[in-house]
């Protein structure tokens, strides 16, 4: 997105809904863990107040441990060694 488009977005205001779960922070940086379908709360010393998304959370299914096929194993040659290319075949590094 351009800056010039990111000028024209206003953030959420205080008592609008929340529409994606996540961390938002205030314009002085108080931080809420909000859930969609709650509202934008008020600051107790600002009032209404504008919220900037700062932390998506994610619901996983899962207690937060890395999938094991995701590691790296100690006899790769490389991190890219098993990445596909976008044409099919495997890109090994050896050109």
């Known amino acids: 997105m351009s800056e010039k488009q990111r000028h024209f977005e206003m953030e959420p205001m205080s008592g609008e809904p929340v529409e994606v779960d996540g961390t938002y922070k205030n314009e002085w940086g108080r931080e809420e863990k909000l859930e969609r379908g709650q509202v934008f709360p008020a ?20 207690k937060g441990h ?5 590691v790296p ?20 590094g050896d050109k």
């Open 43 to 62: 600051d107790p010393m600002l009032g209404t107040t504008e919220w900037e998304l700062t932390e998506l959370d994610f619901d996983n299914h899962h």
């Open 73 to 92: 194993k100690a006899d790769d040659a490389s991190n890219e060694a098993s990445l596909k290319h976008p044409r099919g075949h495997i890109d090994r």
């Open 66 to 70: 890395t999938d094991p096929r995701l």
